[in-house]
């Protein structure tokens, strides 16, 4: 196995560029959206009824394009969140759009201090923890992990196709890093949706149009799959002090306001405050995108690659019973994944 070089990597790629909150840079390299140049047909086209329902409707205040690089052992990833110009996104840590085919994939590693949550858009993926647990998801299921203390596992394609999905981190509050860790496991066919004009939603986490998910999520937090046909429109409201952003998925669509230059796939928008996203598919493709929001934690945020603890003591402490197998790490001593 190549697991070796890919702990290494799990941490050299990490060590380059620690997020410590207290020092990251905010703002940096993103192009902030009154810089795009307006699309004067889309923007005095009025076809579409109605601006957005709110009393203060959230608007776009960043807009990165995910662009390709290499992750793990030999998979491809679009790391949006988490990487240098969306850093301080409280509570979420990193959001990968990843696309693995075998032998690639993401072999034995740890992770302690927060939650990852697997949704799979095409093909399926294996997981195996060092505590015997062992599940394959296909398109359109989740896996919303809690690593807490500790968990030690592997995640590899089950397809000899394209396997692809979004990868989720979100961070969790200093009283529950410790935890035990925890699977909530939702099929595709478990996942509530509902309908109405044009609009579909699927309700990862949350509620949307009525339906409500049944995952408990420890940090606050909403996870929202919509596809709006051509000429429909969403509105969806979100609690006011939370952190939120979507990821587009496929399609194109007015975020925001009306007069919003669109924006397409694997691009990440973050929103501000308020307290709602209006959205308009006024494309001739379905839209599709991800809204995810959460309950920001308010604390220092200090990580070393698959470990996200509140200081640098409880990172060399993580690192300490990661190596010598204790604190929730007792079963590293052994363990290996099978193939
Ligand atoms: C990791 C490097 C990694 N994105 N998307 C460093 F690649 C990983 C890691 C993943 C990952 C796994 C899946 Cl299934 C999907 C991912 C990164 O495993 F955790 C660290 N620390
Ligand atoms: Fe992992």
Not at 115 to 143: P, R, W
Not at 317 to 337: L, T, V
Request: charged letters at 20%; hydrophobic letters at 35%.
């Amino acid at each position: 196995m190549r697991a070796a070089a890919f702990q290494k990597s799990l941490v050299s790629l990490f060590h380059k560029n620690p997020t410590l909150a207290s020092a990251v840079i905010k703002g940096g390299l993103g192009s902030s959206v009154s810089d795009f140049p307006r699309n004067i047909f889309r923007a005095s086209c009025h076809t579409m009824s109605q601006d957005s329902q709110f009393e203060s409707p959230r608007t776009v205040v960043k807009k990165v394009l995910a662009k390709q690089q290499k992750e793990g052992e030999g998979a491809t990833v679009r790391r949006s969140i988490g990487r240098m110009e969306l850093r301080n996104l409280d509570p979420f840590l990193m959001l990968d759009e990843f696309y693995v085919s075998p032998p690639a994939g993401f072999p034995d590693h740890p992770h302690r201090g927060f939650e990852t949550v697997t949704y799979m858009l095409q093909g399926a993926f294996t997981h195996q923890d060092f505590a015997g647990h062992k599940g394959t998801i296909g398109t359109g299921d989740v896996q919303w992990m809690t690593a807490g203390r500790g968990i030690i596992h592997s995640e590899m394609p089950a397809t000899d196709g394209v396997n692809k999905g979004l990868q989720l981190w979100i961070n969790l509050s200093s009283r529950d890093k410790m935890i035990e860790p925890r699977y909530q496991e939702l099929p595709s066919e478990d996942i509530p949706t509902a309908e109405a004009d044009g609009v579909e939603v699927r309700v990862i986490a949350g509620e949307s149009m009525g339906v409500r998910s049944p995952v408990y999520t420890r940090t606050p937090t909403m996870y929202l799959d919509f596809t709006l046909k051509p000429r429909a429109q969403a509105h969806q409201p979100i609690p006011e002090d939370w952190t939120a952003f979507l990821y587009v998925i496929e399609g194109e669509g007015l975020f925001g306001t009306l007069n919003s230059p669109p924006a397409g796939a694997h691009n990440v928008l973050v929103l501000g405050k308020g307290d709602g996203l209006s959205v308009w598919n006024n494309g001739s493709k379905p839209l599709r995108f991800v809204l995810i929001a959460g309950q920001p934690l308010h604390e220092p945020v200090v990580q070393y690659g698959p470990f996200v603890m509140n200081s640098q003591a409880q990172i060399d402490q993580a690192i300490d019973d990661y190596q010598y197998a204790k604190n929730g790490f007792e079963m590293a001593k052994h363990w290996r994944s099978q193939s």
